[in-house]
């Protein structure tokens, strides 16, 4: 089993950088591919990035593409998103979640553990 916490998330103007980061626990953490998810009020979750459980691939939304950089130090048992240039669309709960799976996790939206979620605001 794993248990994820995400930090990192807070008030940015637009703009602005954050790194988002996801903290695992169990010595599986390695095993598997990490994904983060975007939640807003009255909306679907929606995908943002992923990476495989080796790091060898990554995945990212459009909506983030080309501004967003995703990580990963097993040492740590911690993923790392980073997102520049924010905008105020990019405001919502974000979540990270393990799976084996990373094409289950950016097709599906699926994920067999998920964190309690961080809150990003992003002021225009």
């Known amino acids: 089993q794993v248990q994820l916490e995400e930090s990192g998330g807070g008030l940015v103007q637009a703009g602005g950088s954050l790194r988002l980061s996801c903290t695992g626990s169990?010595?599986?953490?390695?095993?598997?591919?990490i994904g983060w998810f975007r939640r807003v009020p009255g909306k679907e979750g929606e995908f943002v990035a992923a990476?495989?459980?080796?790091?060898?691939?990554?995945y990212f939304a459009n909506s983030v593409k080309g501004r967003s950089a995703i990580s990963r130090d097993d040492a740590m048992n911690t993923v790392y998103l980073q997102i520049d240039s924010l905008k105020t669309e990019d405001t919502g709960v974000y979540y990270c979640?393990?799976?084996?799976?990373?094409?289950?996790?950016?097709?599906?939206?699926?994920?067999?553990?998920w964190g309690q979620g961080t809150q990003v605001t992003v002021s225009s």
């Open positions: 979640a393990a799976d084996p799976s990373t094409t289950k996790m950016r097709v599906r939206s699926q994920g067999d553990y």
């Open positions: 169990g010595r599986t953490f390695s095993n598997y591919g």
């Open positions: 990476i495989s459980w080796n790091g060898k691939n990554t």
